[in-house]
Protein backbone atom coordinates (compact mmCIF):
# COMPACT_ATOMS: atom_id res chain seq x y z
CA UNK A 1 0.00 0.00 0.00
CA UNK A 2 1.28 3.11 -0.86
CA UNK A 3 1.94 5.16 2.29
CA UNK A 4 -0.23 8.29 3.01
CA UNK A 5 2.24 10.56 3.23
CA UNK A 6 3.41 10.39 -0.39
CA UNK A 7 0.58 12.26 -2.08
CA UNK A 8 0.05 15.45 -4.26
CA UNK A 9 -2.12 17.03 -1.50
CA UNK A 10 -1.86 16.97 2.36
CA UNK A 11 -3.57 18.76 5.00
CA UNK A 12 -2.47 18.84 8.10
CA UNK A 13 -4.04 19.96 11.15
CA UNK A 14 -2.76 21.32 14.55
CA UNK A 15 -4.64 21.93 17.99
CA UNK A 16 -4.41 24.70 20.42
CA UNK A 17 -2.84 22.60 22.95
CA UNK A 18 0.44 21.75 20.61
CA UNK A 19 0.38 25.15 19.43
CA UNK A 20 0.23 26.74 23.08
CA UNK A 21 2.12 26.35 25.83
CA UNK A 22 -0.27 26.56 29.21
CA UNK A 23 1.53 30.19 30.02
CA UNK A 24 -0.41 31.42 26.32
CA UNK A 25 2.69 32.05 24.22
CA UNK A 26 3.17 30.10 20.56
CA UNK A 27 5.28 26.39 21.24
CA UNK A 28 8.01 28.65 18.87
CA UNK A 29 10.20 25.25 18.17
CA UNK A 30 7.88 22.89 18.10
CA UNK A 31 5.69 25.25 15.32
CA UNK A 32 9.52 25.59 13.60
CA UNK A 33 9.83 21.65 13.49
CA UNK A 34 6.47 21.06 11.62
CA UNK A 35 7.02 23.81 9.00
CA UNK A 36 10.59 21.85 8.76
CA UNK A 37 8.59 18.64 7.81
CA UNK A 38 6.04 20.83 5.71
CA UNK A 39 8.87 21.94 3.70
CA UNK A 40 10.67 18.57 3.35
CA UNK A 41 7.14 17.13 1.85
CA UNK A 42 6.44 20.35 -0.31
CA UNK A 43 10.27 19.59 -1.76
CA UNK A 44 8.99 16.17 -2.74
CA UNK A 45 6.36 17.80 -4.21
CA UNK A 46 3.65 17.69 -1.84
CA UNK A 47 1.49 20.32 -1.50
CA UNK A 48 0.59 21.05 2.05
CA UNK A 49 -2.46 23.17 4.07
CA UNK A 50 -1.95 23.77 7.60
CA UNK A 51 -5.98 24.46 9.55
CA UNK A 52 -4.51 25.68 12.93
CA UNK A 53 -6.30 26.31 15.72
CA UNK A 54 -5.07 28.75 18.73
CA UNK A 55 -6.75 31.84 18.06
CA UNK A 56 -8.29 31.85 21.25
CA UNK A 57 -6.01 30.18 23.41
CA UNK A 58 -3.31 33.14 22.36
CA UNK A 59 -5.79 35.88 22.82
CA UNK A 60 -6.98 35.27 26.45
CA UNK A 61 -4.08 35.47 27.83
CA UNK A 62 -3.63 38.96 26.05
CA UNK A 63 -6.39 39.99 26.87
CA UNK A 64 -6.36 39.04 30.50
CA UNK A 65 -9.76 36.77 30.03
CA UNK A 66 -10.25 34.11 33.10
CA UNK A 67 -9.49 30.46 32.48
CA UNK A 68 -12.22 28.29 32.02
CA UNK A 69 -15.30 28.75 29.69
CA UNK A 70 -15.66 31.86 28.29
CA UNK A 71 -19.31 34.11 26.62
CA UNK A 72 -19.66 33.92 23.65
CA UNK A 73 -18.43 37.42 22.83
CA UNK A 74 -15.45 37.03 24.73
CA UNK A 75 -14.23 34.13 22.83
CA UNK A 76 -14.80 36.46 19.78
CA UNK A 77 -12.57 39.08 21.32
CA UNK A 78 -10.10 36.32 22.09
CA UNK A 79 -9.88 35.20 18.58
CA UNK A 80 -9.99 38.65 16.96
CA UNK A 81 -6.30 39.05 19.02
CA UNK A 82 -4.83 35.68 18.88
CA UNK A 83 -5.88 35.83 15.25
CA UNK A 84 -3.32 37.93 14.60
CA UNK A 85 -0.59 36.36 16.89
CA UNK A 86 -1.41 32.79 15.35
CA UNK A 87 -1.18 34.28 11.73
CA UNK A 88 2.50 35.69 12.38
CA UNK A 89 3.94 32.35 14.05
CA UNK A 90 3.19 30.57 10.97
CA UNK A 91 4.19 33.09 8.43
CA UNK A 92 7.57 33.60 10.72
CA UNK A 93 8.32 29.89 10.71
CA UNK A 94 7.22 29.65 7.73
CA UNK A 95 9.73 32.20 6.17
CA UNK A 96 12.26 30.37 7.44
CA UNK A 97 11.87 27.78 4.69
CA UNK A 98 11.53 30.56 2.04
CA UNK A 99 7.44 29.35 2.33
CA UNK A 100 5.07 31.99 2.18
CA UNK A 101 2.29 31.87 4.27
CA UNK A 102 -1.46 32.76 3.18
CA UNK A 103 -4.18 33.18 5.65
CA UNK A 104 -7.72 31.49 5.15
CA UNK A 105 -10.52 32.31 7.50
CA UNK A 106 -13.71 30.13 6.97
CA UNK A 107 -16.74 29.41 8.26
CA UNK A 108 -18.14 26.04 7.71
CA UNK A 109 -20.92 28.15 5.62
CA UNK A 110 -18.29 28.84 2.91
CA UNK A 111 -17.76 25.30 2.92
CA UNK A 112 -21.07 24.62 2.59
CA UNK A 113 -22.24 27.35 -0.07
CA UNK A 114 -21.86 25.56 -3.48
CA UNK A 115 -20.62 29.91 -4.70
CA UNK A 116 -18.40 30.28 -1.84
CA UNK A 117 -16.80 26.78 -1.81
CA UNK A 118 -16.24 26.97 -5.73
CA UNK A 119 -14.24 30.33 -4.27
CA UNK A 120 -12.32 29.07 -1.69
CA UNK A 121 -11.39 25.95 -3.75
CA UNK A 122 -9.70 27.95 -6.82
CA UNK A 123 -8.42 30.57 -3.93
CA UNK A 124 -6.01 27.30 -2.54
CA UNK A 125 -5.65 26.26 -5.83
CA UNK A 126 -4.05 29.60 -6.88
CA UNK A 127 -2.21 29.61 -3.51
CA UNK A 128 -1.17 26.15 -3.88
CA UNK A 129 0.22 26.57 -7.79
CA UNK A 130 2.23 29.56 -6.55
CA UNK A 131 4.04 28.01 -3.65
CA UNK A 132 2.54 28.94 -0.75
CA UNK A 133 1.32 27.49 2.25
CA UNK A 134 -2.37 28.17 3.03
CA UNK A 135 -3.05 28.63 6.84
CA UNK A 136 -6.88 28.29 7.73
CA UNK A 137 -8.92 28.44 11.14
CA UNK A 138 -12.53 29.23 11.61
CA UNK A 139 -13.65 32.78 11.23
CA UNK A 140 -14.25 32.95 15.13
CA UNK A 141 -14.83 36.57 15.19
CA UNK A 142 -17.99 36.33 12.50
CA UNK A 143 -18.81 33.14 13.06
CA UNK A 144 -22.75 33.70 14.94
CA UNK A 145 -22.95 29.80 16.31
CA UNK A 146 -21.26 28.89 19.16
CA UNK A 147 -17.06 28.52 19.06
CA UNK A 148 -16.74 24.65 20.07
CA UNK A 149 -13.56 23.13 20.45
CA UNK A 150 -13.52 20.65 17.97
CA UNK A 151 -14.69 22.38 15.28
CA UNK A 152 -11.47 22.38 13.42
CA UNK A 153 -11.72 19.02 13.09
CA UNK A 154 -14.67 19.14 11.34
CA UNK A 155 -12.92 22.61 9.10
CA UNK A 156 -10.24 20.67 8.49
CA UNK A 157 -11.78 17.41 6.68
CA UNK A 158 -14.08 20.10 4.56
CA UNK A 159 -11.17 22.03 3.68
CA UNK A 160 -9.36 18.77 2.52
CA UNK A 161 -12.56 17.77 0.76
CA UNK A 162 -13.05 20.87 -1.10
CA UNK A 163 -8.62 21.02 -2.13
CA UNK A 164 -9.20 17.40 -3.01
CA UNK A 165 -6.33 16.32 -0.73
CA UNK A 166 -5.04 12.71 -0.69
CA UNK A 167 -4.36 12.91 3.26
CA UNK A 168 -5.43 14.85 6.08
CA UNK A 169 -3.50 14.29 9.17
CA UNK A 170 -4.79 15.45 12.92
CA UNK A 171 -2.16 16.17 14.99
CA UNK A 172 -3.49 15.42 18.64
CA UNK A 173 -2.69 14.36 21.86
CA UNK A 174 -3.54 10.84 21.54
CA UNK A 175 -1.98 8.48 19.34
CA UNK A 176 -4.73 7.01 17.52
CA UNK A 177 -8.23 5.77 18.37
CA UNK A 178 -8.13 2.81 21.14
CA UNK A 179 -10.96 0.30 21.52
CA UNK A 180 -11.62 2.44 25.34
CA UNK A 181 -10.11 5.49 26.81
CA UNK A 182 -6.98 4.62 27.47
CA UNK A 183 -6.69 7.55 30.19
CA UNK A 184 -9.35 5.42 32.06
CA UNK A 185 -9.12 1.20 30.87
CA UNK A 186 -5.09 0.49 30.34
CA UNK A 187 -6.03 -2.53 28.74
CA UNK A 188 -7.64 -0.78 25.95
CA UNK A 189 -6.14 -1.72 22.63
CA UNK A 190 -4.89 0.29 19.84
CA UNK A 191 -6.25 0.20 16.34
CA UNK A 192 -4.14 1.00 13.54
CA UNK A 193 -6.40 0.84 10.23
CA UNK A 194 -9.84 1.49 10.26
CA UNK A 195 -11.50 0.73 6.65
CA UNK A 196 -14.77 1.53 7.83
CA UNK A 197 -16.55 4.20 10.64
CA UNK A 198 -19.43 1.40 12.09
CA UNK A 199 -21.30 1.62 14.81
CA UNK A 200 -18.87 -0.34 16.57
CA UNK A 201 -16.19 2.13 16.17
CA UNK A 202 -18.16 5.22 17.27
CA UNK A 203 -18.57 2.98 20.12
CA UNK A 204 -15.34 3.29 20.95
CA UNK A 205 -14.76 7.17 20.83
CA UNK A 206 -15.55 8.84 24.20
CA UNK A 207 -15.13 12.33 25.24
CA UNK A 208 -11.82 13.36 25.99
CA UNK A 209 -10.61 16.69 27.11
CA UNK A 210 -7.46 18.71 28.18
CA UNK A 211 -7.64 22.37 29.37
CA UNK A 212 -6.26 24.08 26.70
CA UNK A 213 -8.76 22.08 24.33
CA UNK A 214 -9.29 19.49 22.23
CA UNK A 215 -12.47 18.05 20.19
CA UNK A 216 -12.40 14.56 21.48
CA UNK A 217 -12.15 11.56 19.57
CA UNK A 218 -15.85 11.83 18.71
CA UNK A 219 -15.08 14.78 16.80
CA UNK A 220 -12.24 13.49 15.09
CA UNK A 221 -14.14 10.89 14.03
CA UNK A 222 -16.83 13.09 12.44
CA UNK A 223 -13.77 14.52 10.12
CA UNK A 224 -12.69 11.12 9.45
CA UNK A 225 -15.91 10.03 8.37
CA UNK A 226 -16.17 13.13 6.48
CA UNK A 227 -13.07 13.03 4.97
CA UNK A 228 -13.05 9.53 4.24
CA UNK A 229 -16.24 9.65 2.13
CA UNK A 230 -14.73 12.04 -0.01
CA UNK A 231 -12.10 10.19 -0.59
CA UNK A 232 -9.49 11.19 1.06
CA UNK A 233 -7.73 9.34 3.83
CA UNK A 234 -7.30 10.44 7.39
CA UNK A 235 -3.92 10.08 10.10
CA UNK A 236 -4.59 10.69 13.62
CA UNK A 237 -1.76 10.45 15.65
CA UNK A 238 -0.07 12.13 18.55
CA UNK A 239 1.50 15.73 17.60
CA UNK A 240 3.40 16.98 20.71
CA UNK A 241 6.77 16.31 19.82
CA UNK A 242 9.06 18.01 17.55
CA UNK A 243 8.81 16.70 13.91
CA UNK A 244 5.60 15.42 14.20
CA UNK A 245 4.73 14.49 10.56
CA UNK A 246 8.04 12.97 10.18
CA UNK A 247 7.20 10.79 13.44
CA UNK A 248 3.79 9.76 12.03
CA UNK A 249 5.71 8.57 8.58
CA UNK A 250 8.40 7.38 9.94
CA UNK A 251 6.06 4.62 11.61
CA UNK A 252 4.56 6.91 14.94
CA UNK A 253 1.81 5.36 16.46
CA UNK A 254 -1.14 6.61 14.90
CA UNK A 255 -4.49 5.48 13.17
CA UNK A 256 -5.39 5.43 9.68
CA UNK A 257 -8.87 5.50 8.43
CA UNK A 258 -8.82 4.39 5.02
CA UNK A 259 -10.39 6.41 2.14
CA UNK A 260 -12.34 4.38 -0.30
CA UNK A 261 -12.08 6.39 -3.29
CA UNK A 262 -9.54 8.75 -5.21
CA UNK A 263 -10.84 12.01 -4.24
CA UNK A 264 -10.67 12.86 -7.86
CA UNK A 265 -13.15 9.84 -8.11
CA UNK A 266 -15.27 10.60 -5.50
CA UNK A 267 -15.66 14.34 -6.63
CA UNK A 268 -17.30 12.93 -9.46
CA UNK A 269 -18.90 11.07 -8.39
CA UNK A 270 -20.39 13.79 -5.97
CA UNK A 271 -21.73 15.73 -8.87
CA UNK A 272 -22.73 13.06 -11.09
CA UNK A 273 -25.08 11.51 -8.39
CA UNK A 274 -25.77 14.03 -5.41
CA UNK A 275 -26.83 17.01 -7.36
CA UNK A 276 -29.44 18.36 -9.04
CA UNK A 277 -28.53 20.22 -12.48
CA UNK A 278 -30.55 23.86 -12.63
CA UNK A 279 -29.59 24.54 -16.31
CA UNK A 280 -28.23 23.24 -19.74
CA UNK A 281 -25.33 24.48 -21.88
CA UNK A 282 -25.98 23.46 -25.77
CA UNK A 283 -21.95 23.27 -26.91
CA UNK A 284 -21.13 22.58 -30.75
CA UNK A 285 -19.22 19.77 -31.84
CA UNK A 286 -15.91 20.92 -31.45
CA UNK A 287 -16.22 21.75 -27.42
CA UNK A 288 -18.37 18.32 -27.12
CA UNK A 289 -15.47 16.71 -28.78
CA UNK A 290 -13.17 18.92 -26.78
CA UNK A 291 -14.78 17.33 -23.76
CA UNK A 292 -14.68 13.83 -23.90
CA UNK A 293 -11.19 14.23 -24.60
CA UNK A 294 -11.00 15.52 -21.10
CA UNK A 295 -10.68 19.42 -21.63
CA UNK A 296 -12.69 22.31 -19.83
CA UNK A 297 -15.62 23.79 -21.28
CA UNK A 298 -14.22 27.46 -22.58
CA UNK A 299 -17.58 29.49 -23.69
CA UNK A 300 -16.09 30.04 -27.36
CA UNK A 301 -17.57 26.52 -27.75
CA UNK A 302 -21.21 27.20 -26.37
CA UNK A 303 -24.05 27.86 -29.02
CA UNK A 304 -26.41 28.63 -26.06
CA UNK A 305 -27.20 28.25 -22.27
CA UNK A 306 -30.42 28.16 -20.75
CA UNK A 307 -31.97 27.79 -16.94
CA UNK A 308 -31.46 29.95 -13.80
CA UNK A 309 -28.55 29.46 -11.66
CA UNK A 310 -25.83 30.58 -10.06
CA UNK A 311 -22.14 30.20 -9.92
CA UNK A 312 -21.25 26.72 -8.34
CA UNK A 313 -24.67 25.21 -9.21
CA UNK A 314 -24.50 21.94 -11.35
CA UNK A 315 -25.46 22.27 -15.43
CA UNK A 316 -26.05 19.75 -17.96
CA UNK A 317 -23.84 20.24 -21.00
CA UNK A 318 -25.26 18.82 -23.83
CA UNK A 319 -25.16 18.68 -27.69
CA UNK A 320 -26.39 20.37 -30.67
CA UNK A 321 -27.73 16.73 -31.21
CA UNK A 322 -29.47 16.62 -28.11
CA UNK A 323 -27.29 14.66 -26.30
CA UNK A 324 -26.29 14.83 -22.85
CA UNK A 325 -22.81 14.86 -22.83
CA UNK A 326 -21.78 16.28 -19.46
CA UNK A 327 -22.58 17.50 -16.14
CA UNK A 328 -20.73 19.98 -14.02
CA UNK A 329 -20.57 23.33 -11.84
CA UNK A 330 -20.83 26.00 -13.84
CA UNK A 331 -18.26 29.28 -12.90
CA UNK A 332 -20.92 31.77 -13.85
CA UNK A 333 -24.45 32.82 -13.34
CA UNK A 334 -26.96 32.54 -15.98
CA UNK A 335 -27.16 36.15 -16.29
CA UNK A 336 -23.56 36.35 -17.36
CA UNK A 337 -22.76 32.97 -18.22
CA UNK A 338 -25.43 34.35 -21.36
CA UNK A 339 -23.63 37.22 -22.29
CA UNK A 340 -19.97 35.03 -22.77
CA UNK A 341 -21.83 32.60 -25.23
CA UNK A 342 -19.37 32.13 -27.96
CA UNK A 343 -16.53 34.25 -26.55
CA UNK A 344 -13.07 33.87 -26.45
CA UNK A 345 -11.47 33.63 -22.87
CA UNK A 346 -10.10 37.08 -23.26
CA UNK A 347 -12.79 38.90 -24.21
CA UNK A 348 -15.11 37.99 -21.08
CA UNK A 349 -13.43 40.70 -19.19
CA UNK A 350 -14.36 43.66 -21.89
CA UNK A 351 -18.17 42.24 -21.77
CA UNK A 352 -19.19 41.90 -18.31
CA UNK A 353 -16.49 44.17 -16.74
CA UNK A 354 -14.56 42.08 -14.94
CA UNK A 355 -12.24 38.98 -15.09
CA UNK A 356 -13.72 35.59 -14.20
CA UNK A 357 -12.81 32.42 -14.88
CA UNK A 358 -11.08 31.39 -18.46
CA UNK A 359 -13.81 28.28 -18.37
CA UNK A 360 -17.04 28.11 -17.89
CA UNK A 361 -16.80 24.97 -16.55
CA UNK A 362 -13.27 23.83 -15.27
CA UNK A 363 -12.62 19.96 -16.32
CA UNK A 364 -11.94 19.17 -12.33
CA UNK A 365 -16.09 20.59 -12.20
CA UNK A 366 -16.86 18.37 -14.17
CA UNK A 367 -17.96 14.71 -15.32
CA UNK A 368 -18.66 12.88 -18.69
CA UNK A 369 -22.27 11.40 -18.63
N1 LIG B 1 -10.97 28.21 15.98
C1 LIG B 1 -10.65 28.11 17.37
C2 LIG B 1 -9.34 28.82 17.68
O1 LIG B 1 -8.53 29.03 16.84
C3 LIG B 1 -10.45 26.68 17.84
C4 LIG B 1 -11.43 25.67 17.41
C5 LIG B 1 -10.89 24.25 17.68
O2 LIG B 1 -9.94 24.10 18.44
O3 LIG B 1 -11.42 23.32 17.14
O4 LIG B 1 -9.06 29.19 18.79
Redesign the pocket.
Known sequence: MTSPFRVRRLVVKV??SLLVQPDGNVRKSWVDSLTSDLRRLRMRDTEVIVV????????RRVLGLPAGTLPLEQ?QA??AV??IR?AAAWADSLAVHDLPAAQILLTLDDTEARRRYLNARSTFAALLAQGAVPVV??N?TVATSE?????????SARVAVMASAETLVLLSDVDGLYTADPRRSPDAGHIPVVDEITPEIEAMAGGAGTAV???GMV?KLVAARIATRAGCSVVLTRGDSLHPLNAAEEGARSTLFRAKASPHGARKHWIAAALGVSGVVVVDEGAARALLAGSSLLPAGVRSVEGRFERGDAVLIRSLDGRDVAKGLIAYDAEDAVKIVGLRSHDIERTLGYRGRDELIHRDDLVLL
Open positions: GSSSGAIALGKAAGQLNEDIRFGDNDRLGTGS
